[in-house]
């Protein structure tokens, strides 16, 4: 049970980092 | 202080600087893609590995791109290290036969490495098996350096380009990181350690009789008589090589460079601290190399060996004060001691290069110790701590250090801007809003971090004060030199904290994770939106970023902002604890 909790915490940070990588990206100046 | 120490501090500074240079000119040499001598080699390894992965080395990226790939490929290895570890009992090479370890504590582990801080909750030797240590642990300590120098090289290739949004190839930037830069010097630095007398092998631990047995009370009053001792074995020169080189600082062992197998002599040690700092100066060089100023290369290595100087100088005084409270005991320098505080110091290494290696390996931000930081004056034990307060950007960690310090780069151009009522210019490239949203999310996340874990650690009694083995301002330093050091991707320990808990792995887990990955995004966007930007000629009005006045800009910018930042709990830890120390009060 604690190994699919870590593991699915792992994943769930990760996404929320490629989220965040995402919300930054929308912001005005780095679009070309 | 000893005119003997400073000798040795002044070659240890005087080495760094002459092999700032020609490290800088292979790294530029290396990411630009031009010739090198180890080329004829290395290429054909090079193509093979693209050809059985499928990049297309010609592909480049822009920085979302460019930050996905580095997420996605830390995600992949984070979780194969957590299946390592988990597994390793049925794995081969664990002659001890070691169970597999704990989840929670095998997941801190997984991201510690991942993240290059190698924060370590455990006892290595009775923990990991082989195999974890090599192929769970030491290949990450390879994977985490090249994925910070590509963001650093990526950084520099967001000030040098022009009119782009590409930034260069991710997959690229680490497979050279790696062929060309950590493995060679790597191969040659472990060889050179085993000739110091670090162990590599794969035997079984050995026993040893004591001489004199061993009588032990245990907690229920029993007396238990020991007469052997256990000394760990392994493939340690291979491991310690890229430990220093690649700013990583896990150990083999809990004494981590302390231990005589990792760090037996004089020498070793001196290689040891020479590795921390030698990518990180030569990347400052490499960036005056690829950006076509060389000059603001020397300026901003100019600002960490000032900060350096500052630390070790404070460390090493503070070090070589006798104790208050040891009344009636001689503890001045003589031939036949060392003087000072040597609790928590090796023999062999003496207060000087305790300083030293403390000041050294938390201005990068390795980690590995050769001396207990929480054995140290509580000024001396404000160094490393105040050195990873900064943002680990004094030398920093291989590749986080210069991006970190690039950041306070363009904070300090554009306050500069702001004193004579301009647009600030970075070598060209006009600083602009999103640029400093971005550079202020990236300081604001860090001490977002520390103090919010650190504040609710100390709210719980149950779950964060229990672990303490000292109170007051001493305690408050251990939880807070505990949450700094994985924020800021270190990894050394102040110890006196049993951090091998459901609480304190789970939050030091998530504070690695986010002081790595949530600093490196807006770090990226930035590299972005620089590359976009178009060369604006220099006038009368541009700050000049080759010059001392620079330099001494950017050292007071992050002065001021580290000092605002954290003075106020710093004034209720270490330096509540020194005032304490004079008045006759210990903790």
């Known amino acids: ?32 | 202080m000893s005119l003997n120490g400073w000798l040795q501090i002044a070659v240890f500074i005087a080495a760094v600087l002459l092999l700032a240079r020609p490290m800088g000119l292979y790294l530029a040499r290396v990411f630009e893609r031009r010739r090198t001598f180890l080329d004829p080699i290395l290429t054909p390894c090079e193509h093979l590995l693209y050809k059985l992965t499928r990049v297309d080395p010609a592909h480049e990226m822009r920085w979302s791109e460019y930050a996905v790939a580095m997420l996605l490929f830390s995600a992949a290895t984070m979780l194969l290290t957590y299946a390592i570890e988990r597994l390793q009992h049925i794995l081969p090479l664990n002659p001890q036969h070691l169970p597999g370890v704990e989840p929670i504590l095998a997941l801190n582990t997984a991201i510690s490495f991942t993240t290059n801080t190698n924060w370590q909750s455990y006892t290595p030797e009775t923990t990991m098996s082989y195999l974890t240590q090599m192929l769970g642990l030491a290949t990450h300590n390879f994977w985490s350096a090249a994925v910070g120098i590509a963001l650093a090289i990526a950084f520099i290739r967001g000030i040098s380009r022009r009119e782009t949004n590409l930034l260069g190839n991710f997959w690229v930037d680490i497979t050279r990181a790696i062929l060309w830069v950590l493995l060679p010097i790597c191969l040659v630095y472990s060889v050179a350690l085993v000739s110091q007398g670090v162990i590599q092998n794969f035997r079984p631990y050995d026993t040893a009789a004591l001489l004199e047995p061993q009588h032990i009370t245990g907690a229920d009053g029993k007396i238990t008589t020991v007469t052997t001792q256990t000394i760990a074995q392994g493939p340690v020169a291979s491991q310690e090589a890229v430990k220093m080189l690649g700013t990583n600082g896990g150990g083999f062992f809990n004494a981590n460079s302390a231990h005589p197998f990792e760090n037996p002599t004089p020498l070793s040690n001196f290689l040891e601290m020479l590795s921390i700092f030698l990518i990180p100066a030569g990347l400052a060089i490499a960036l005056g190399q690829m950006t076509g100023s060389p000059r603001h290369g020397w300026a901003v290595l100019a600002a960490m060996v000032i900060l350096w100087f500052a630390g070790v100088l404070t460390c090493y005084w503070a070090e070589s004060q006798p104790n208050p409270l040891l009344h009636g005991v001689d503890q001045h320098v003589s031939l036949t001691q060392s003087g000072g505080n040597m609790e928590g110091k090796e023999v062999r290494f003496g207060i000087a290069n305790s300083a030293l290696f403390a000041t050294v390996t938390t201005d990068a931000s390795c980690g590995a110790v050769n001396s207990m930081h929480d054995s140290f004056m509580p000024l001396g034990g404000l160094v490393p701590m105040a050195n990873i307060l900064l943002g680990e950007i004094v030398f920093g960690g291989v590749g986080a250090g210069l991006y970190g310090m690039l950041v306070f780069v363009i904070l300090s151009v554009f306050i500069a801007g702001l004193m004579v009522g301009r647009t600030p210019e970075y070598l060209g490239k006009k600083i602009e809003a999103f640029d400093i949203q971005m550079a202020m999310l990236y300081l604001l996340i860090f001490p977002l971090i520390i103090l919010g874990f650190s504040a609710a650690t100390v709210l719980m009694p149950s779950l964060g004060l229990s672990s303490l083995a000292n109170h007051g301002p001493h305690g408050l330093s251990e939880i807070l030199y505990a949450y700094t050091s994985a924020t800021g991707n270190n990894g050394s320990a102040f110890a006196g904290l049993n951090a091998n808990t459901r609480w304190y792995n789970g939050s030091l887990a998530v504070a690695m994770f986010f002081g790595r990955f949530l600093m490196i995004v807006p770090m990226l966007a930035i590299a972005g939106n620089l590359a976009r930007k178009k060369i604006v000629p220099a006038s009368a009005g541009t700050f000049p970023v080759t010059t001392p006045l620079f330099t001494m800009l950017l050292t007071g910018v992050i002065l001021i902002v580290g000092a605002l930042t954290f003075f106020p709990v710093l004034s209720l830890g270490p330096v509540l604890e020194h005032l304490l120390l004079r008045a006759g009060h210990t903790f």
Do not use: E, H, Q, W
């Open chain 1, 1 to 32: 049970m604690l190994d699919l909790i870590s593991i699915l915490a792992t994943i769930a940070m990760f996404a929320l980092t490629i989220l965040y990588v995402r919300g930054c990206d929308r912001l005005k100046g780095t679009r070309p």
